[in-house]
T-cell receptor, first 110, second 113 residues
Framework: QKEVEQDPGPLSVPEGAIVSLNCTYS??????FMWYRQYSRKGPELLMY????GNKEDGRFTAQVDKSSKYISLFIRDSQPSDSATYLC??????????FGTGTSLTVIP | DVKVTQSSRYLVKRTGEKVFLECVQD?????MFWYRQDPGLGLRLIYF???????EKGDIPEGYSVSREKKERFSLILESASTNQTSMYLC????????????FGDGTRLSIL
């Protein structure tokens, strides 16, 4: 079983839709959680990071962490064509080791 | 903003060549990382460095080595390139300690012919 599971998609939504991206994990030692956005042929760009359960909001993006269920989500409101990218979740355990999901490919159709 | 710069965006080399990939960060970060990214496999850690002249093997170090002579620069070396090392290579850096995310460069797409 992988440490971090992420549905690869692809996910295709119309412009303006609310997008929900999710990751599950198995190791309760994960303490810090991140979402990265990766455009084609570019490196991952940090979008959100958090260490606590609950919600963290930044503009149209909301990161949600549920440690009891070992489940994290990224919500994108009013999605735009410029949001079309691959989204990676990442987690860090108490030993400073990072684990990444394989990424979900998102296309927002104008 | 953190800037992680990888010296080449695209590189084509031949089997058996020794290949150097360079990475420079401008934020005085102690920790630096090298990953390769392949479709369906995600990011896999090759090597990381906690500080100057320090290095630790990651999950897939075979066929690679690294050098960290200065804090801002972390080099990945393919000792004798093989076709199965064709991949996207990503460098990252971070401040050490918990709740400090990694910041990535734009990657080097390496093709070994």
């Amino acid at each position: 079983q992988k440490e971090v599971e992420q549905d690869p998609g692809p996910l295709s939504v119309p412009e303006g839709a609310i997008v929900s991206l999710n990751c599950t994990y198995s190791n309760s030692a994960f303490q810090y959680f991140m979402w990265y956005r990766q455009y084609s042929r570019k490196g991952p760009e940090l979008l959100m990071y958090t260490y606590s359960s609950g919600n963290k909001e930044d503009g149209r993006f909301t990161a949600q962490v549920d440690k009891s269920s070992k489940y994290i989500s990224l919500f994108i409101r009013d999605s735009q064509p410029s949001d079309s990218a691959t989204y990676l979740c990442a987690m860090e355990n108490t030993g400073n080791q990072f684990y990444f999901g394989t990424g979900t490919s998102l296309t927002v159709i104008p | 903003d953190v800037k992680v710069t990888q010296s080449s965006r695209y590189l084509v080399k031949r089997t058996g060549e020794k290949v150097f990939l360079e990475c420079v960060q401008d934020m005085d970060h102690e920790n630096m990382f090298w990953y390769r990214q392949d479709p369906g496999l995600g990011l896999r850690l090759i090597y990381f460095s906690y500080d100057v002249k320090m290095k630790e093997k990651g999950d897939i170090p075979e066929g690679y080595s690294v050098s960290r002579e200065k804090k801002e620069r972390f080099s990945l070396i393919l000792e004798s390139a093989s076709t199965n090392q064709t991949s996207m290579y990503l460098c990252a850096s971070r401040i050490p300690g918990g709740n400090q995310p990694q910041h990535f460069g734009d990657g080097t797409r390496l093709s070994i012919l």
